[in-house]
């Protein structure tokens, strides 16, 4: 029996591409240039994405004039937004769906960055009190229900991006320790 995903588990938020559906490939727009071949609109799938959401030209992406896809890496938004928050929903089906699940990995993108940032302070000498501010600022990057597509919008709404970036602002001086 498949077993629900833990939504606070760090070690899954990892780019995998078979638990996605081609997220990176179909929401954000990008411009032709020395990263992509060509233009692509964004919620427009890219004319490489194939039916399965997988890359057909994978294996040569910087070949191909695609050096910007070769160096991306999501940090585990794309399968966060398809596993949690719109499991079995098609993005291929209608317009709307497909606004709604984009519009969550673009904010899933943005926490999902911030988490790295407060995993690698790990490494910094933070006093007592400055690791538990690291660890609730996890807490509230992934909380322990789920993220929704409401519950991110409100998020990014109340200023946790905000929020986040003060905690590590204020982890500056153990930096200048190491
Ligand atoms: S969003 Fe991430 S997991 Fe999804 S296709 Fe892109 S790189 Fe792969
Ligand atoms: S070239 Fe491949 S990885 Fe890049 S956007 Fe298109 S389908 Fe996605």
């Known amino acids: ?41 964004a919620l427009a799938p890219c004319r490489h994405l194939g039916s399965d959401n997988l890359c057909r030209i994978h294996e040569t992406l910087e070949d191909q004039g695609f050096p910007g896809c070769a160096r991306f890496d999501c940090k585990g938004a794309g399968p ?10 098609r993005w291929r089906k209608d317009r709307e769906t497909l606004e709604a699940i984009a519009e969550a990995y673009r904010r899933m993108r943005a926490i999902c960055d911030m988490i790295e940032l407060f995993r690698v302070a790990e490494n910094l000498p933070l ?15 992934l909380p322990q229900t789920a993220w929704t597509a409401d519950t991110l ?18 982890f500056r001086d153990a930096a200048t320790r190491r």
């Not at 919008?153 to 204020?170: F, H, I, P, Y």
């Open 1 to 41: 029996m498949a077993t629900t995903p833990d939504p606070q588990d760090l070690s899954a938020l990892v780019a995998d591409c078979a638990a996605c559906a081609g997220l990176c490939c179909v929401a954000p727009g990008f411009d032709a240039g020395d990263d992509f071949a060509f233009d692509k609109r």
């Open 127 to 141: 006093s007592p009190s400055q690791e538990t501010a690291r660890r609730d600022m996890l807490d509230r990057l």
């Open 153 to 170: 919008a409100q998020a990014e709404m109340g200023g946790l991006l905000s929020d986040a970036r003060a905690v590590l602002s204020s």
């Open 80 to 89: 966060y937004v398809m596993q949690h928050i719109f499991p079995r929903k």
